[in-house]
């Protein structure tokens, strides 16, 4: 296959991660003969120190153009800490999501056995969790209109959602629902917001057209309990983009450590996929940060476009290296390998792939539960 994909590497340990996941897609390249294309640009506290624009226009072009987007991560110190700012990196992402119609923010959330002590969570609570969020991405609060007042002592941000907003990633939910385990649990706050009880009547009539699928409803603050206290109870979950947010962010605890959780962010002609964590400037440089994420969003592209035995295979080289404790030193303090040699350990896995890996209708299966 030929893929045209557009590079983000973004700000802080952006670069880092995501060229370990660029070494992987070359591996796979190898392994299975394809060709991908790579061409690199800037978004994010970088460009605008480069251009005072977080998205140039020639990075949103390239976007435009490609098959694909990899992103790496956004965010720099110097603007969280000043809140007058008026470009702020986050705005290129946002603008980014807007401008590629990018909808659907896709967000698996599992256990790797080989890591289950590294959970703060108790171990019965963990074991066997594996869900997935589903949150609509360019709609609701975000995007809403904002205002404050001249005095600058009362501000506000408006929450809208459409039918048309709803309907395309409820569908996306429920057919993902119904390749897994038939479960979809609507979270919302529908005992006090409006927009939310139009969530809730959009996808209680969708769902008529998915009677295999079991839909449920949580309210977003018990939601955020039972993801902690029962996180096994959830199969697909469907949310506004906060709500979406917040709670992925919350799920990333679960594996024991954020740089695990990879996403991918969908809309009807483009796809972008990137680790969930942020820029983590403190370790910019030190190549100590955690590429799991990275490699496992390229995993999520590869899914994307059909290759699923190729997203297989860099799941199973994860795996070993989580086994063989090839890992960065958050997920072990006593590891002494970087961020580099991690990627470098995956990529030869992939390049190398022995018998043990052998693909199967029900791997196949697995990975096109993921994305529709």
């Given amino acids: 296959m030929n893929l045209k994909l557009a590079l983000l590497p973004g700000d802080g340990i952006g670069p880092e991660v995501l060229a370990q996941a660029v070494k992987c897609l070359q591996a796979v390249e190898e392994a299975f003969g394809h060709n991908f294309v790579y061409r690199e640009a800037v978004v994010g506290a970088i460009a605008i120190d480069k251009t005072g624009d977080p998205l140039p226009q020639s990075t949103l072009d390239l976007c435009q153009e490609a098959d694909a987007v990899l992103f790496g991560a956004i965010g720099d110190p110097k603007f969280d800490n000043d809140p007058n700012a008026k470009v702020r990196p986050e705005h290129g992402l946002l603008k980014l999501r807007k401008e590629l119609g990018l909808y659907a923010n896709i967000r698996p959330v599992q256990v790797f056995p080989t890591l289950i002590d590294n959970s703060p969570l108790k171990k019965e609570i963990i074991t066997g969790v594996d869900f997935v969020i589903y949150r609509e991405l360019t709609g609701g609060i975000y995007f809403g209109e904002k205002k404050i007042n001249e005095a600058g002592t009362v501000a506000s941000d408006l929450c809208e959602y459409s039918e048309l907003e709803i309907e395309r990633i409820a569908h996306l939910a429920f057919k ?54 029962n996180p096994a109870l959830f199969d697909v979950i469907l949310t ?133």
């Fill in 176 to 229: 993902a629902a119904k390749n897994r385990k038939k479960r979809l649990t609507l979270v919302d706050k529908a005992n006090v917001l409006e927009s939310s009880r139009l969530w809730r009547k959009v996808v209680t009539k969708i769902g008529q057209s998915y009677p295999e699928v079991t839909l449920d409803f949580l309210f977003v603050d018990n939601a955020a309990m039972q993801i902690i206290l």
């Fill in 240 to 372: 506004e983009n906060m709500f979406g947010d917040i709670l992925s962010d919350e799920g990333s605890v679960i594996g024991g450590s954020i740089g695990l959780l990879a996403s991918a962010s969908i809309g009807e002609n483009n796809a972008l996929f990137e680790p969930i964590h942020g820029s983590f400037p403190q370790a910019k440089g030190k190549d100590i940060a955690n590429p799991i994420a990275s490699i496992l969003s390229a995993a999520m592209l590869l899914e994307h476009f059909g290759l699923f035995e190729e997203a297989m295979l860099v799941r199973h080289s994860v795996d070993k290296s989580l086994e063989k404790g090839v890992v960065t030193p958050d997920l072990n303090n006593l590891s002494e390998y970087t961020t580099s040699q991690v990627g470098d350990f995956i990529a030869h896995t992939i390049e190398e792939s022995d018998d043990d890996f052998n693909m199967n209708d029900e791997n196949i299966d697995l990975g096109k539960s993921t994305i529709i």
